[in-house]
């Protein structure tokens, strides 16, 4: 079926001598016809000569990092398929013709393997949640179209290969290949296979913590290339937010006296009032250029002729996981229901806060009034979440609820902040805590809906 199809298996390395030549043989077997290439990234071990021992195309690129890797891998090969897959053996090889036969059934631009654990050492501690993080992160803001971003097995088109820029330079070019399907509304599928550990002896490249944070920080980089609006209307928000706190005391003075004895505060509320106004200028100008560059990398996408499409009824109907598609289409229906359940939730628990902590402050003072006052709060939008807004996750009650204050504390800093700033700024919210609550509650919210949706609520996949 793939005989007349130049197929390309790419394989990144760096000290993969344990596993590399199974990884190539493993992948000879199940597509004779490919040709294999490994890229070595500077190993210091015998990954070289182990690849080459079994016949594999030995490439090399000295830049560090696996974005460096793949922007040489995608430069120099070409192919009508391209096979990505790590070289840690941790990806069931025989699963190789399914996705190929996949990409040609629709034609798909990208058919990504989403990773089914089989061992307890797949996933390394911290792994996962970061994965469903940064995944739910990017779904978010980009579409929810690709499941398990990071995942490291991957069958592209030559015109998806062709097209993609290419600009992270390590762990983070999943991020860019994701994004980069999602801007340009590339045909997408899914498959799930099997993820198992690591052989003895060999050791994950990717640092938890260090990688982690250089893919959040390429989100948010890309959210300000590719959503330029969205990036400078929240710092205009957030700035408005600001210079309306700095200025509320100084016009309530005004009100009660006449005077305006603050002066520095009241211009400095108004120069923050004009960064606001100047980061929406920007955002509108960099919105047309984002869209110019769109446009021109669409263009450069359909200079590539589409892939070979082979109509194949049995991929389409069970390679793509049902579950992903009843998830696609329930994600977008359901999340504007999901925010407006989550902000009536919000507003309970708004009066349940405001109303205990102004029944406790005068016989126990606006702090301790609300060290009682928030956890009560919690625990009833928790049970109104759980019932209403989300529905009940695949956890037991009480790890339900454990992660929900877990998820809660994320917006605890801004909720208890901004409460404490108005306290101690604003006389009127001393007397009336009802309106410092108020503000720590509108602070906390957007994180909390974000985290209860990714973190508390998630339900379990079927496979």
Same mark, same amino acid.
């Given at each position: 079926m793939f005989n007349q199809l130049k197929i390309a298996? &790419?394989?990144?390395?760096?000290?993969?001598?344990?596993s590399i030549a199974k990884v190539v043989s493993d992948f000879r077997q199940v597509l004779p016809d490919a040709a294999i290439y490994v890229f070595d990234n500077n190993s210091s071990d015998n990954t070289v000569s182990a690849a080459r021992s079994t016949g594999a195309m030995v490439r090399h690129e000295t830049q560090q990092g696996k974005g460096h890797v793949v922007r040489r891998m995608f430069r120099d090969i070409d192919a009508d398929f391209y096979l =990505?897959?790590?070289?840690?053996?941790?990806?069931?090889?025989?699963?190789? *013709?399914? =996705?190929?036969?996949?990409? !040609?059934?629709?034609?798909?631009?990208?058919?990504?393997?989403?990773?089914?654990?089989?061992?307890? @050492?797949?996933?390394?501690?911290?792994?996962? /949640?970061?994965?469903?993080?940064?995944?739910?992160?990017?779904?978010?803001?980009?579409?929810?179209?690709? #499941?398990? =971003?990071?995942?490291?097995?991957?069958?592209?088109?030559?015109r998806f290969v062709k097209s993609f820029p290419a600009l992270s330079t390590g762990f983070d070019i999943e991020t860019e290949l994701t994004v980069h399907t999602l801007e340009l509304s590339m045909p997408a599928a899914h498959i799930s296979g099997e993820y198992r550990g690591r052989a003895e002896g060999s050791e994950s490249k990717?640092?938890?913590?260090?990688?982690?944070?250089?893919?959040? +920080?390429?989100?948010?980089?890309?959210?300000?290339?590719?959503?330029? =609006?969205?990036? /400078?209307?929240?710092? @205009?928000?957030?700035?408005?937010?600001?210079?309306?706190?700095?200025?509320?005391?100084?016009?309530?003075?005004?009100?009660?006296?006449?005077?305006?004895?603050?002066? *520095?505060?009241? /211009?400095?509320? !108004?120069?923050? +009032?004009?960064?606001?106004?100047?980061?929406?200028?920007?955002?509108?100008?960099?919105?047309?250029?984002?869209?110019?560059?769109?446009? #021109?990398?669409?263009?450069?996408?359909?200079?590539?002729? *589409?892939?070979?499409?082979?109509?194949?009824? /049995?991929?389409?109907?069970?390679?793509?996981?049902?579950?992903?598609?009843?998830? #696609?289409?329930?994600?977008?229906?359901?999340?504007?229901?999901? !925010?407006?359940?989550?902000g009536l939730v919000g507003v309970v628990g708004y009066i349940v806060n405001a109303g205990l902590v102004e029944l406790l402050v005068l016989n126990m003072g606006p702090l301790r009034a609300q060290m009682l006052a928030f956890p009560a709060a919690v625990t009833v939008t928790w049970w109104l979440n759980r019932r209403f807004t989300f529905g009940a996750s695949h956890h037991a !009650?009480?790890?339900?609820?454990?992660?929900?204050?877990?998820?809660? +504390?994320?917006?605890?800093?801004?909720?208890?902040?901004?409460?404490?700033w108005m306290?101690?700024?604003?006389?009127?919210?001393?007397?009336?805590?009802? &309106? @410092?609550? @108020?503000?720590?509650?509108?602070?906390g919210m957007v994180l909390n809906f974000s985290a209860s949706r990714l973190i508390v609520f998630k339900k379990t996949r079927q496979a």
């Open positions: 298996v &790419l394989i990144p390395c760096h000290n993969e001598e344990v =990505m897959v790590d070289g840690d053996d941790t990806y069931d090889a025989s699963l190789a *013709p399914e =996705m190929i036969k996949l990409a !040609m059934s629709g034609p798909y631009d990208l058919v990504n393997c989403i990773r089914r654990e089989t061992g307890d @050492a797949a996933y390394r501690g911290g792994h996962r /949640f970061g994965n469903q993080l940064l995944t739910g992160v990017v779904r978010q803001i980009f579409g929810n179209r690709i #499941l398990d =971003m990071l995942s490291g097995y991957k069958v592209f088109s030559r990717l640092r938890t913590y260090r990688d982690g944070w250089r893919i959040l +920080m390429l989100i948010i980089r890309l959210v300000r290339h590719e959503r330029p =609006m969205v990036f /400078f209307g929240v710092l @205009a928000g957030l700035l408005v937010a600001l210079a309306l706190l700095l200025i509320w005391p100084v016009i309530a003075t005004y009100l009660d006296t006449g005077l305006v004895p603050r002066f *520095p505060t009241a /211009f400095l509320a !108004m120069g923050i +009032m004009l960064l606001a106004s100047l980061s929406v200028f920007t955002g509108t100008i960099l919105d047309t250029v984002t869209r110019g560059r769109k446009e #021109l990398r669409m263009l450069t996408y359909l200079q590539y002729p *589409p892939p070979v499409f082979v109509p194949n009824a /049995f991929a389409d109907s069970a390679a793509i996981l049902s579950a992903d598609k009843t998830a #696609l289409s329930a994600g977008n229906d359901d999340l504007l229901g999901q !925010m407006w359940r989550f !009650m009480h790890h339900e609820w454990l992660r929900y204050v877990l998820a809660n +504390m994320l917006g605890w800093s801004a909720n208890n902040g901004a409460y404490l306290i101690f700024s604003v006389p009127l919210a001393y007397q009336h805590p009802a &309106l @410092a609550v @108020a503000v720590g509650s509108l602070a």
